[in-house]
């Protein structure tokens, strides 16, 4: 056998269980934003991939790895919208648009925070918290730099300003369709986002004193 034929074999190998594992994770993601960390069972993740329960193993260890690894991929394709360049200003409120436009492009992103949220319990870190670190880390930074540069003039705690952009563009999208009853409510409708950024840009704009 030709030695170069030999050596492709592990390349095609692991190109096929990234893939595997890819396919779980976004299996995955799907079946916690709907049904929640106790509700998503493996057996249903696996069947959606094709594969049996007991592959899944092979690429993580539990659940509980499992679910850590699909908030790390919510959260690391957050941190890829970031801006890099720019004033603080301008980086700040690039990233809120940009927030919400991830959000609008993945609906599941909205619901398993939303339910993640509502689990957290007091002084335990959990999954949530640790994902979200390096973003929440990313906005304390540059909050700091626009203090400092004379750029902003917050009005309340920096963390504050960060959990409340947050949270109301995951409950406008996770929760706000089922809400209204008055009002047809389509979130995802270019004219809803358009609405929801010129909305947050108006309330952070006015809690950071930005002039």
């Known amino acids: 056998m030709p030695q170069h034929a030999a050596a492709s074999r592990p390349v095609r190998r692991r190109s096929s ?10 299996a995955a993601e799907r079946h916690f934003a709907e049904r929640g ?14 594969i049996r329960r007991a592959a899944i193993f092979y690429h993580f260890g ?7 690894e699909v908030l790390e991929e919510v959260f690391g394709g957050a941190m890829a919208a970031l801006p890099s360049e720019g004033s603080a200003v301008e980086r700040i409120e690039a990233s809120l648009t940009g927030w919400i436009d991830y959000v609008a492009r993945r609906p599941t992103v909205a619901r398993l925070i939303l339910r993640e949220a509502a689990g957290v319990q007091s002084g335990v870190v959990s999954p949530l918290a640790r994902a ?19 750029e902003l003039e917050p009005i309340i705690e920096p963390h504050r300003v960060m959990s409340l952009m947050g ?9 706000m369709p089922g809400l209204r009853l008055d ?4 979130p995802w409708s270019p004219a809803e986002i358009d609405k929801h950024k010129r909305e947050i840009l108006l309330v952070v704009r006015n809690m950071l004193g930005i002039r």
């Open 167 to 175: 949270a109301i563009t995951i409950f406008h999208f996770a929760a």
């Open 17 to 26: 269980g990234l893939q595997t594992r890819s396919e779980i994770v976004a």
């Open 62 to 68: 539990d659940k509980q790895e499992l679910y850590a």
């Open 132 to 150: 979200g670190a390096t973003p929440s880390a990313w906005f304390q930074a540059v909050i700091d730099e626009g203090v400092a540069a004379g």
């Open 183 to 186: 009002v047809s409510l389509d």
């Open 37 to 50: 960390y106790e509700g998503a069972r493996l057996e249903d993740i696996a069947t959606d991939v094709g």
